[in-house]
Structure formats: C-alpha cells, structure tokens
C-alpha cells in the first residue's frame, strides 16, 4: 500500500508507546482464534484526533501453552515506540490499518539517532518505489511526518 492508501483507510495515524498487552481466545468470523490486545499512549497525533491511549487489537499471541503466529500482522511490543496507522472494524475494535503495513517501530540506530523499522512480520512483498514500505523504511520519525502529511513528495 502507499502512503496515500494507508492514510484513506486510516481513521489516525501516530507516534504510539505500547505500555502493556494481554492476549485472549475470541471468535472472528466463525473460528476461534487468539488475539492480542495493547494498550498504546499516544506521544503525538500526526493525522486525525486518536484519543490519549488506544486499545488495538492484533491477531495471534500465546494464551497458556498455546500460540498462534500470523504472518503479515503488526507485532507491536511493549516500551517501544512505533508510528502506527490504524482503524475501527466492523466489530468496532481499532486495528492497525493494512496489518504490518501500517506498523513502523521507532529503534535508535548505532548513532543513536531514531529511524522507523519494519514491522517484524511483514510479510515479501513486490519492490514498488511507492510502496509507503519503501517510502517510510529508515526515516527519522520527522522525515516520517512530513511523508504522511505530503509535505515531502
């Protein structure tokens, strides 16, 4: 997806810490699953008006003994900052728009200088110069900024 098609189908877009998650059984669709919920605090709004602390929901997790991994999902992890593009389902729960697409992890280069990272389980996907992957991958958060509000071309 581009930047432009992940912020059309984003109700926010964020600079959000996750301060703590929990994972459940639930049923989406007609099957059992495992989901992970984390609680995010907002640092700043980029796009829209996300509340100060947001619940999203992600698919897979461990519950007990048991895990489920989804590739192509967001991994979001706890005490580590991330620029994220979310929405609201159907169910009315907020989820990171387009999946690992929209989910870039904030991690200190061995400069110490902050750069946007892919979300650990994006899936291979096809080379396309503006894939908001390519666009976002390795930019400081405002260099990020400015890509999203268009200010960058």
């Known amino acids: 997806m581009s930047v432009k098609d992940l912020t059309d189908n984003s109700r926010a877009v964020l600079l959000g810490e996750p301060v ?19 609680r995010v605090l907002l640092r700043e ?5 996300p509340e100060s602390e947001v619940m999203v929901q992600t698919l897979g997790g461990r519950v007990g003994k048991i895990g489920q991994l989804v590739h192509g999902e967001a991994a979001l992890r706890v005490n580590e900052p991330s620029l994220l593009f979310i929405q609201d389902s159907s169910a009315g729960v907020t989820r990171v728009t387009a999946m690992a697409q929209g989910h870039y992890r904030l991690i200190s280069d061995a400069q110490g200088i902050a750069r946007l990272k892919l979300s650990p389980r994006l899936a291979a996907l096809l080379p396309s ?14 260099q990020a900024r ?3 509000l268009g200010l960058t071309p």
């Not at 703590?20 to 989901?35: F, L």
């Not at 709004?45 to 008006?49: H, M, P």
């Not at 110069?129 to 405002?142: C, G, I, Q, Y």
Request: aromatic share 10%; no cysteine.
């Open 20 to 38: 703590e998650a929990y994972s459940e059984w639930a049923t989406i669709g007609e099957q059992r699953r495992i989901v992970t919920y984390t």
């Open 45 to 49: 709004a980029v796009l829209g008006t």
């Open 129 to 142: 110069k503006t894939a908001a992957v390519e666009r976002l991958k390795d930019k400081t958060f405002s």
């Open 146 to 148: 400015d890509i999203v």
